[in-house]
């Protein structure tokens, strides 16, 4: 089992800026990949960006790239995102989510193991 604490959430005006944490602790080591999700009210979760767990490889949806940098800590077992620029459509629930299995950096919420409880950000206008 893996568990995932994600933190760093708050609210922020448009083209400010956030870094978000996603802790990982137990079985970490079965981790190949570790991923952020978004969800608004109403929407479906969406995939942002992920990062392999022993490489730099990173993954970004369209939507975040140029604005959003994911890095992860091996030694602090920590996912970071970095946000900035942020715009109101940027206000959702951040998910932290870890795949252990399957393709890795999959944009496909399925595709991870583990998630975390979420980590909210507003951007007001």
């Known amino acids: 089992q893996v568990q995932l604490v994600e933190s760093g959430g708050g609210l922020v005006q448009a083209g400010g800026s956030l870094r978000l944490s996603c802790a990982a602790s137990?079985?970490?080591?079965?981790?190949?990949?570790m991923g952020w999700f978004r969800q608004a009210p109403g929407k479906e979760r969406e995939f942002v960006a992920a990062?392999?767990?022993?490489?730099?490889?990173?993954y970004y949806a369209d939507s975040v790239k140029g604005r959003f940098t994911i890095s992860r800590d091996n030694v602090k077992n920590t996912m970071y995102l970095q946000v900035n620029s942020l715009k109101p459509e940027d206000t959702a629930v951040y998910y932290c989510?870890?795949?252990?299995?399957?393709?890795?950096?999959?944009?496909?919420?399925?595709?991870?193991?583990?998630w975390g409880q979420g980590t909210q950000v507003t951007v007001s206008s």
């Open positions: 990062i392999r767990w022993r490489s730099t490889n990173t």
């Open positions: 137990g079985r970490t080591f079965g981790i190949n990949a």
């Open positions: 989510a870890a795949q252990t299995t399957g393709v890795i950096l999959t944009p496909t919420p399925s595709g991870y193991d583990y």
